[in-house]
């Protein structure tokens, strides 16, 4: 299989976190959903820093966030699929 650079951890997200250092844009990730260790193929769009999120379906300003099967935030922004997702256009729902 390889060693996956984004790990998802359960169907229903719409983000995974990048695994590797030094992702950059262009590179076809090996993604692995941890909840049943299935794997599926997403290009990363953007250069993205270890421990940072990625899009999993284009999401748009006002979308909810989910990650973990959980509600853990709101897009401020959008981010194509692929795309970086952190705090320059996502943020939690408690602020």
Same mark, same amino acid.
């Given at each position: ?21 030094? @992702? #950059?844009?262009?590179? /076809?990730?090996?993604? &692995? ?7 599926? $193929?997403? !290009?990363?769009? =953007? ?8 899009? @999993? #379906?284009?999401?748009? /300003?006002?979308?909810? &966030? ?7 935030? $709101?897009? !401020?922004?959008? =981010? ?16």
């Amino acid at each position: 299989m390889g060693i996956p650079q984004l790990l998802v951890h359960d169907h229903e997200d719409n983000v995974g976190v990048v695994v590797v250092e030094d @992702l #950059k844009a262009g590179t /076809e990730m090996l993604c &692995v959903v941890t909840h049943d260790n299935s794997d599926f $193929r997403l !290009t990363a769009k =953007a250069d993205i820093p270890i421990g940072h999120k990625v899009a @999993l #379906k284009d999401l748009a /300003e006002g979308d909810t &966030v989910i990650k973990y099967g959980e509600d853990i935030g $709101r897009m !401020t922004g959008s =981010a194509e699929k692929g795309g970086h997702v952190h705090t320059q256009n996502c943020k939690t729902k408690r602020w």
